[in-house]
């Protein structure tokens, strides 16, 4: 930091999105946690993590961040999101942009990947409803019926997952809940002839994309 950086003083906003790019836990949370401390309203804040979230995402695909930093981002946003979620929830006015259902599909228990996209879409504004790792395809259809999400999310990391997706969504066809929801996968073995093979709306290996896909789904439905 040159003098006429610290000659600027950051706004909290500022000092919050810098700290969470530069993957500065401790600072992250500590700014976080004084300005909830002032009781000062939240939507500032998620207004925060929705841009980081969208700069996480772009550094990620311009090669500049790896697995490992996706990994940190994503237990930050998810360590805020905490922290601001109960305040969230008592201001009535508060409109999520959407909702989503995601979990691990059935055979398959790996979860980090599904843990940032979790993290990631909170921050972008998603109600999420997380179900968890090895969820069987009747499970995601109880959670539809539940809860009437926008979007069903099935991660994966295994090629045997590819299968599981695919009844998972065959599922959901044969209960007549297909064409109420989007349907994205995600994981290490997923690509468009996967997408295609499984029935799924679109895929990515990528939880940025993924959440750039998602906002723009809820986009044109609220048109």
Request: with cysteine.
């Amino acid at each position: 930091m040159d003098s006429r950086t610290r000659l600027i003083p950051l706004s909290m906003e500022n000092n919050l999105l810098k700290a969470i790019v530069e993957l500065d836990e401790e600072r992250a949370l500590e700014i976080a946690r004084k300005e909830l401390e002032n009781s000062k309203s939240p939507f500032k804040m998620l207004e925060v993590l929705r841009k980081a979230a969208d700069i996480i995402g772009e550094k990620y695909s311009k090669g500049e961040f790896f697995v490992a930093d996706l990994v940190m981002a994503g237990e930050i946003l998810k360590e805020i999101s905490e922290m601001i979620r109960p305040l969230l929830k008592s201001e009535p006015r508060h409109e999520y942009v959407g909702r989503l259902i995601i979990g691990t599909v059935q055979g398959d228990i790996h979860d980090i990947g599904k843990n940032i996209v979790v993290s990631m879409a909170e921050a972008a504004g998603f109600e999420v409803i997380d179900l968890g790792v090895d969820v069987p395809p009747e499970k995601f259809v109880e959670a539809i019926k539940t809860y009437k999400p926008d979007i069903v999310g099935l991660s994966g990391l295994l090629t045997l997952s590819i299968e599981s997706m695919k009844r998972t969504v065959d599922v959901i066809k044969n209960t007549g809940l297909r064409d109420q929801v989007k349907i994205i996968i995600g994981g290490g073995r997923v690509d468009e002839s996967a997408c295609k093979y499984v029935g799924a709306d679109a895929w990515t290996t990528d939880a940025g994309r993924g959440i750039k896909i998602m906002l723009e789904w809820v986009k044109e439905k609220k048109r």
